[in-house]
């Protein structure tokens, strides 16, 4: 089975809220997941990630710390996906390849139709406080 491994960025504000993104393209279009993407040769996760966010919503971030790293085995593929809370450095989040985006608060975590492995990351996000996005924020 074809391995892909990928970087996503778990961006976050100072409200405790997450940035979520929809799909526009491909067999998952219309699902909802963690910006990013693929990460090419030479780069460090963290390259690749601020590199694909600038692409995708022409924004820069500080990535902050690895939350998760999830495995995941779609019907065509291996996905290996690396996430990372992050947070806005400078930039509007705008839309280059999602249809859609939303901030979701620590209660809208299931608003949205997540893709398989992203829901993972966010039944940890939720399970880390009761539905309160704190036990994940960096060490201080």
């Given at each position: 089975m074809k391995e892909i491994e990928v970087v996503a960025a778990i961006i976050h504000d100072d409200e405790g809220r997450i940035f979520a993104t929809q799909r526009g393209y491909g067999d998952y279009k219309?699902?909802?997941?963690?910006?990013?993407?693929?990460m090419e040769p030479g780069e460090s996760p963290e390259e690749a990630?601020?590199?694909e966010i600038w692409e995708e919503l022409e924004t820069e971030i500080v990535v902050e710390r690895l939350v998760q790293t999830v495995e995941y085995d779609?019907?065509?593929?291996?996905?290996?996906?690396?996430c990372f809370w992050c947070q806005i450095e400078s930039g509007g989040?705008?839309?280059?390849?999602h249809e859609?985006?939303?901030?979701?608060?620590?209660?809208?975590?299931?608003?949205?139709?997540w893709l398989p492995a992203d829901l993972i990351?966010?039944?940890?996000?939720?399970?880390?406080?009761?539905?309160?996005i704190i036990c994940i924020y960096p060490q201080k």
């Amino acid at each position: 089975m074809k391995e892909i491994e990928v970087v996503a960025a778990i961006i976050h504000d100072d409200e405790g809220r997450i940035f979520a993104t929809q799909r526009g393209y491909g067999d998952y279009k219309d699902g909802w997941e963690f910006p990013g993407g693929k990460m090419e040769p030479g780069e460090s996760p963290e390259e690749a990630l601020k590199r694909e966010i600038w692409e995708e919503l022409e924004t820069e971030i500080v990535v902050e710390r690895l939350v998760q790293t999830v495995e995941y085995d779609y019907p065509k593929f291996h996905l290996k996906m690396h996430c990372f809370w992050c947070q806005i450095e400078s930039g509007g989040l705008i839309l280059k390849e999602h249809e859609a985006a939303r901030w979701l608060s620590p209660e809208q975590l299931y608003s949205v139709e997540w893709l398989p492995a992203d829901l993972i990351v966010v039944k940890e996000l939720d399970r880390t406080n009761n539905g309160e996005i704190i036990c994940i924020y960096p060490q201080k």
